[in-house]
Nanobody, 122 residues
Framework: QVQLAESGGGLVQPGGSLRLSCAASGSGFSLYFMRWYRQAPGKQRELVATITPGDSTTYADSVKGRFTISRDKPKNTVYLQMNSLMPEDTANYYC????????????????WGQGTQVTVSS
């Protein structure tokens, strides 16, 4: 069992930066695919970034070049560094941990945090 706790959200002006953290408790953190999702009011949930157990990363086109996902395995923590923030980045950001079975569409581990709100506004 893995528990995830996000932090680091808040209010920031356009062009500003924030770093989100997702602290994981439990075992097997280094074996999970870690993902950041976001959901704005009235919109579908969007996959923002993924980091694999081997630390390969992928990003949504909307955040490429502005956001960076990383993980600190000894600290069981994954980060999302967000730069050049825009009002359209405003959303609740969620951390997600899945294993290789879930990534392949099979029944596997799939854990979620409670989310942290990011608001980009002047």
């Amino acid at each position: 069992q893995v528990q995830l706790a996000e932090s680091g959200g808040g209010l920031v002006q356009p062009g500003g930066s924030l770093r989100l953290s997702c602290a994981a408790s439990g075992s097997g953190f280094s074996l999970y695919f870690m993902r950041w999702y976001r959901q704005a009011p009235g919109k579908q949930r969007e996959l923002v970034a993924t980091i694999t157990p081997g630390d390969s990363t992928t990003y949504a086109d909307s955040v490429k070049g502005r956001f960076t996902i990383s993980r600190d395995k000894p600290k069981n923590t994954v980060y999302l560094q967000m730069n050049s923030l825009m009002p359209e980045d405003t959303a609740n950001y969620y951390c997600n941990a899945v294993d290789y079975r879930t990534m392949r569409g099979m029944t596997g581990d799939d854990y979620w945090g409670q989310g942290t709100q990011v608001t980009v506004s002047s």
